[in-house]
């Protein structure tokens, strides 16, 4: 099977390509085509693959192309992981925000929003190619905002495209070790949309053993969400929420936090990796172990702001290393090209699951999965505080679609003001100002 990357050039990728490497089964990836924009960065990661590669003797073949249409024929599956104006439009989407007062992070809240309506433009040309060029892939989008950017494609791809997040899979198999049930063999009841889900329920052999998490403070403070959020309010819940909503949950203090930093996660990371690019232009530097340092680094740095607000100290070793989005998109893989049955969470079309939300609504949900593409579960109804925030964050997915879609900069600043992080008419409509200054790819949303 054939395997493009769009985004080829991008830190991660190397992950996806170590995950492909264990997959020695009949019918694997046999091909990884790398297709980026920026031709110092793809050169950069080639060369991790091949040391990678080192030493197996049947590791998936790689080529690298900037050529879009050469990338995307014959296409088994394609990856999609780009970043729209790098991780320097991510650092000033966050300082634009903070500088209103309101967070930026790059999904969640006005830095999400302007990610947004700068990605979704581009991923819906993509689509379209996709749908030209390769009918018959089926496309794997890990693209952020990943559940917009997704719904976004749907509607040129349908069900065959499918988004993937690694934060329901590591929420899952922490509760899992806490709970001291195999990750692998548990029933994860998740829903929600991406960056805005619940873990409802965790069933062993048929039984729920949540109740006993939520009734018991130790195995609450022993884990990363429980220290996160604090016993008392997930007690309150009912429910151990995604990571992500302690944005929502907690968001005065979050926005405290990153406007006191020293510089905002997009920052350091852009800085981050421009010093492992740099690196790799030295032929002699050892490539996989300097990105695996730099790797280390990112991830025990990941939500240190919102970990210091809560008092939660350090990531858990356990979740320094790999097997999240890349072990998923495997497994996706594994399951639609041998029709290998696997139940994951993933980013589909609604199609009735949740009846507050229409079909085409891209929700977060456990899927079975097989030959024939990703099938939402039926899942319990939202609990009302979750309806509200999940009604209210699609109503402003629906905003950024139609301002992508139109042009409109009315679409845009509704999209802002909509959004529950965003406390003010006034404020969203200064956001558009000052992205549409520092982003040029937001030219097309017209003037008043």
């Given at each position: 099977?054939k395997?493009?990357?769009?985004?080829?050039?991008?830190?991660?990728?190397?992950?996806?390509?170590?995950?492909?490497?264990?997959?020695?089964?009949?019918?694997r990836?046999?091909?990884?085509t790398?297709?980026?924009?920026?031709?110092?960065?793809?050169?950069?990661?080639?060369?991790?693959?091949?040391?990678?590669?080192?030493?197996?003797?049947?590791?998936?073949?790689?080529?690298?192309?900037?050529?879009?249409?050469?990338?995307?024929?014959?296409?088994?599956?394609?990856?999609?992981a780009?970043?729209v104006?790098?991780?320097?439009g991510?650092a000033?989407?966050?300082?634009?925000?903070?500088?209103?007062?309101?967070?930026?992070?790059?999904?969640?809240?006005?830095?999400?929003?302007?990610?947004?309506?700068?990605?979704v433009?581009?991923?819906?040309a993509?689509?379209?190619?996709?749908?030209?060029?390769?009918?018959?892939?089926?496309?794997?989008?890990?693209?952020?905002?990943?559940?917009?950017?997704?719904?976004?494609?749907?509607?040129?791809?349908?069900d065959?495209?499918?988004?993937?997040?690694?934060?329901?899979?590591?929420?899952?198999?922490?509760?899992?070790?806490?709970?001291?049930?195999?990750?692998?063999?548990?029933?994860?009841?998740?829903?929600?949309?991406?960056?805005?889900?619940?873990?409802?329920?965790?069933?062993?052999?048929?039984r729920?053993e949540?109740?006993?998490?939520?009734?018991?403070?130790?195995?609450?403070?022993?884990?990363?969400?429980?220290?996160?959020?604090?016993?008392?309010?997930?007690?309150?819940?009912?429910?151990?929420?995604?990571?992500?909503?302690?944005?929502?949950?907690?968001?005065r203090?979050?926005?405290?936090?990153?406007?006191?930093?020293?510089?905002?996660?997009?920052?350091?990371?852009?800085?981050?990796?421009?010093?492992?690019?740099?690196?790799?232009?030295?032929?002699?530097?050892?490539?996989?172990?300097t990105?695996?340092?730099?790797?280390?680094?990112?991830?025990?740095?990941?939500?240190s702001?919102?970990?210091?607000?809560?008092?939660?100290?350090?990531r858990?070793?356990?979740?320094?290393?790999?097997?999240g989005?890349e072990?998923?998109?495997l497994?996706?893989?594994?399951?639609?090209?041998?029709?290998?049955?696997?139940?994951?969470?993933?980013?589909?079309?609604?199609?009735?699951?949740?009846?507050?939300?229409?079909a085409?609504?891209?929700?977060?949900?456990?899927?079975?999965?097989?030959?024939?593409?990703?099938?939402?579960?039926?899942?319990?109804?939202?609990?009302?505080?979750?309806?509200?925030?999940?009604?209210?964050?699609?109503?402003?997915?629906?905003?950024?679609?139609?301002?992508?879609?139109?042009?409109?900069?009315?679409a845009?600043?509704?999209?802002?003001?909509?959004?529950?992080?965003?406390?003010?008419?006034?404020?969203?409509?200064?956001?558009?100002?000052?992205?549409?200054?520092?982003?040029p790819?937001?030219?097309?949303?017209?003037?008043?």
């Amino acid at each position: 099977m054939k395997l493009t990357i769009l985004g080829g050039g991008g830190f991660r990728v190397p992950l996806v390509y170590g995950a492909l490497l264990g997959d020695h089964a009949e019918g694997r990836v046999s091909r990884v085509t790398l297709y980026d924009t920026d031709a110092g960065r793809l050169a950069a990661v080639a060369r991790v693959l091949r040391e990678q590669a080192a030493g197996v003797p049947d590791a998936p073949g790689t080529v690298v192309t900037d050529d879009l249409d050469e990338a995307l024929r014959g296409a088994d599956f394609v990856f999609s992981a780009i970043r729209v104006g790098g991780l320097e439009g991510r650092a000033a989407d966050e300082r634009v925000a903070l500088d209103e007062g309101v967070l930026g992070q790059e999904t969640v809240g006005a830095g999400g929003i302007a990610f947004g309506l700068r990605t979704v433009p581009v991923a819906t040309a993509l689509a379209r190619r996709i749908a030209r060029l390769a009918p018959d892939a089926w496309v794997i989008n890990f693209t952020n905002p990943a559940g917009l950017v997704t719904e976004a494609m749907s509607r040129h791809l349908g069900d065959r495209v499918i988004g993937i997040c690694d934060s329901p899979v590591g929420l899952g198999r922490r509760i899992a070790r806490v709970l001291g049930a195999d990750p692998d063999r548990a029933w994860i009841d998740y829903v929600g949309l991406n960056h805005l889900g619940w873990v409802r329920g965790l069933r062993v052999g048929g039984r729920d053993e949540l109740p006993r998490l939520l009734g018991d403070p130790a195995l609450l403070g022993s884990f990363e969400e429980g220290r996160l959020f604090g016993p008392d309010w997930l007690r309150s819940l009912g429910a151990v929420p995604n990571e992500y909503l302690h944005y929502y949950y907690f968001n005065r203090e979050a926005v405290r936090a990153y406007r006191e930093a020293e510089q905002t996660r997009g920052a350091f990371l852009r800085e981050q990796q421009e010093g492992f690019y740099a690196r790799m232009k030295d032929p002699e530097a050892p490539a996989l172990a300097t990105w695996d340092r730099t790797r280390a680094e990112r991830e025990a740095t990941y939500m240190s702001e919102n970990r210091e607000v809560a008092g939660a100290g350090e990531r858990e070793e356990s979740d320094l290393g790999s097997g999240g989005y890349e072990q998923v998109a495997l497994a996706l893989m594994r399951a639609v090209a041998r029709d290998e049955r696997a139940t994951l969470i993933l980013n589909v079309r609604n199609r009735g699951t949740l009846s507050v939300l229409d079909a085409d609504a891209v929700i977060e949900v456990p899927c079975l999965v097989d030959a024939n593409g990703a099938h939402p579960v039926a899942v319990d109804p939202l609990p009302y505080h979750a309806v509200g925030l999940v009604t209210a964050v699609k109503a402003v997915e629906r905003a950024v679609l139609d301002a992508a879609d139109s042009g409109s900069r009315e679409a845009a600043v509704r999209a802002f003001a909509l959004h529950p992080l965003v406390d003010s008419v006034s404020v969203a409509r200064r956001l558009v100002e000052g992205y549409t200054r520092v982003h040029p790819g937001l030219a097309y949303l017209d003037r008043p």
